[in-house]
């Protein structure tokens, strides 16, 4: 119940940035402990996704539409804190 009321607060997004401005993007995105990041097909690229909280987003635009491309937004019906699937899992 608790993972369905946190993911009401967050959002999950999606982008891609050019690897000369992975360093600024990092410093300026927050996320819930860091973000993930994977090369894409073409060199010096990376998709960087992440969860933020919904009231974080509309400050960030500005920042993103500077240093990122095709930013892709979703809302997660659940947010489940590993330590929480860990006790799980012990019980």
Known sequence: M??????????????NV?????????????????P???PLSEDGWFGVNTVIRKEE???????LRKIAQGVVV???????ELEEIKRDEEN
């Open 2 to 15: 608790r993972g369905a009321v946190n993911g009401r607060k967050y959002l999950h997004i999606y982008l």
């Open 57 to 63: 987003f509309h400050k960030l635009i500005p920042k």
């Open 74 to 80: 979703h809302e997660p019906r659940q947010i489940l």
């Open 36 to 38: 993930t990041i994977s």
């Open 18 to 34: 050019e690897e000369k401005n992975m360093k600024k993007l990092l410093s300026e995105i927050p996320s819930l402990k860091r």
